[in-house]
């Protein structure tokens, strides 16, 4: 069992069990179990950062350099198998590479009984130790639904296998931080004991004149005590002149309950961004602030390289190289990640078909709006401004043109040079 899994099992999960976890085991040392969570928080929300952007992203699938949208292109922007759309199948792959001890993916090629691909996130395997050729993977097990996990008898190596890592030294730093404070949290626990909260029992001459009062106290310490601090509602009966008060370790963080919430979200603040750092995520990011020009940043900094590392590797072994060469693949489309709204960008939109950059399918199909009538929105337009030099002033009329008309036209794809409207 790898580092994270050990440390989510006995650290991050609430759920009942026999294994010892922060909720009966407390740490005398909160200040250190506080940052553990917060960095547990700010991991994940690495990962739902990431998702969201990936699932807006469009897979483009290309044959012989022409876009296409035929099976594959399906299967990486809908359903990669029968069981997950895509968001939820990139949301496994982005926890596999945060999260994961060795912070890697398998994504598996298994077709269906129609002979059509489908991909699945291993959520365990093991990698042949081969390091000169292609490594073949065993043990490898699935869990597309829910919690269900399914072990494979097969083996996979070659284009059934796409396998890929995302890590640094930074983000191994980070790790081994975790792990160190984790170490900690235990060997401070089995010094200090298992509750943190700390009583006084005051006792009086009345107390110890109690009939019996041996024999009562040792039952009122070694059960009946122990049940009250385990208790979320419990009462514990006293003898007279006793009196159970709680240590200023307990006391004094219901006095300053406001300063120390201030406190917390302070510190998370900061863990947050720290961790933010380590992924090259920005702070408004994290804090969920989403400032524009940090959504600039966020874009060619953070998400095009896992998404070009995902991208290759997808090339590499989905396609192989003769596809590649050949102009067969597929590529992720991190514009997409940008919010297209066309009133805002009106203008811009302007003069990315004046200039003939763009068409108007083109534009509109980035802003995921109906294509219209490629007679009009597959044509490049051009303004007057632009001509070859020499031969406008030779003749002025060479800088109009329609559709049809000349070596370069035809076809959808023809250029309309002129700022008059398309007939």
């Known amino acids: ?28 040392h909160d200040s250190t179990r506080q940052q553990l969570w917060q960095m547990r928080t700010a991991l994940h929300i690495v990962c739902a950062r990431y998702t969201a952007m990936l699932s807006k992203c469009e897979v483009k699938t290309y044959i012989k350099g022409e876009s296409v949208k035929k099976d594959n292109y399906y ?37 269906d009984r129609a002979g059509n691909d489908r991909l699945y996130v291993a959520s365990d395997f093991n990698i042949g130790e081969a390091q000169l050729y292609e490594p073949i993977f065993t043990d490898v097990s699935v869990n ?19 396998y890929f890592k995302h ?71 006293l003898y007279a002149g006793m009196k159970v008060s709680q240590t200023s370790a307990g006391s004094d963080l219901g006095q300053n309950a406001s300063v120390a919430d201030k406190a917390i979200h302070s510190a998370t603040d900061e863990v947050l961004t720290k961790v933010g750092l380590v992924y090259n995520i920005p702070r408004s990011i994290m804090l969920g602030l989403y400032e524009a020009d ?7 900094w953070c998400l095009d390289p896992i998404a070009n590392m995902i991208t290759e590797a997808i090339n590499r072994k989905y396609y192989g190289k003769k596809a590649v060469i050949n102009g ?64 406008y002033m030779e003749d002025p009329s060479n800088v109009i043109a ?22």
């Open 1 to 28: 069992m790898g580092f994270f899994d050990f440390l989510g099992k006995l650290l991050f999960e609430d759920e009942g069990s026999n294994e010892v976890t922060l909720n009966t085991h407390t740490s005398s």
């Open 75 to 111: 299967l990486f922007n809908l359903e990669p198998n029968p069981n997950q759309t895509k968001a939820e199948f990139m949301g496994q792959v982005i926890r596999r590479l945060i999260l994961s001890p060795n912070h890697d993916c398998l994504i598996v090629c298994i077709p």
């Open 144 to 162: 597309a639904i829910g919690d269900t996990i399914l072990p494979l008898s097969m083996t996979f190596s070659g284009k059934n296998a796409i």
């Open 167 to 237: 890590t640094s030294a930074e983000i191994e730093s980070l790790f081994m931080q975790m792990k160190k404070m984790y170490a900690d949290i235990i060997e401070n626990d089995v010094k200090a004991g298992t509750y943190r909260q700390k009583y006084v029992l005051s006792l009086d001459q009345t107390a110890e004149a109690q009939p019996n009062f041996e024999e009562s106290m040792q039952t009122l310490l070694n059960e009946e005590f122990e049940q009250f601090i385990k208790g979320d509602n419990a009462v514990i009966p």
């Open 294 to 300: 940090d959504i600039d940043q966020f874009l060619p």
């Open 328 to 391: 067969t693949y597929c590529r992720i489309d991190t514009e997409q990640a940008r919010h297209f709204d066309f009133v805002t960008i009106s203008k811009n939109a302007n003069n990315a078909i004046s200039s003939g950059v763009y068409t108007i399918n083109g534009l509109r199909e980035k802003g995921h709006e109906p294509l219209i009538d490629p007679a009009i929105g597959d044509v490049h337009f051009i303004t007057r401004n632009y001509a070859v030099v020499g031969e």
């Open 402 to 423: 329609t559709s049809g008309e000349g070596d370069n036209h035809g076809n959808n794809s023809g250029t309309v040079a002129g700022g008059g409207s398309h007939k």
